[in-house]
């Protein structure tokens, strides 16, 4: 299942993403979305996790809870909408 973290502090690292998950089953990938130019954290990020159970599990433990000291809005993801590009 993949799952939406937002509201990520700029000092949340994946690392830190994958041992927070961790903590409920195994984590297959963590990735903090940054910014293309200034390489800087755009304050989200997606956790993958094999098992489904597991990953709604620590949806519903981690949600609205602090996390380097912001709370952060956890659920599953969705898909992304195909957008225009941009020129």
Do not use: C, H, W
């Not at 993403?17 to 903090?32: H, K, P, Q, Y």
Request: overall charge negative.
């Amino acid at each position: 299942m993949n799952i939406y973290v937002g509201n990520l502090s700029y000092q949340t690292t994946e690392q830190g993403l994958e041992d927070t998950f961790g903590e409920f089953g195994e984590v297959t990938s963590a990735r903090i979305i940054t910014d293309r130019d200034t390489g800087r954290s755009k304050g989200f990020g997606f956790v993958e996790m094999s098992n489904n159970d597991e990953a709604a599990a620590a949806i519903e433990a981690i949600n609205d809870k602090e996390l380097d000291g912001r709370r952060v809005k956890v659920n599953e993801a969705r898909p992304r909408e195909e957008r225009p590009r941009r020129y």
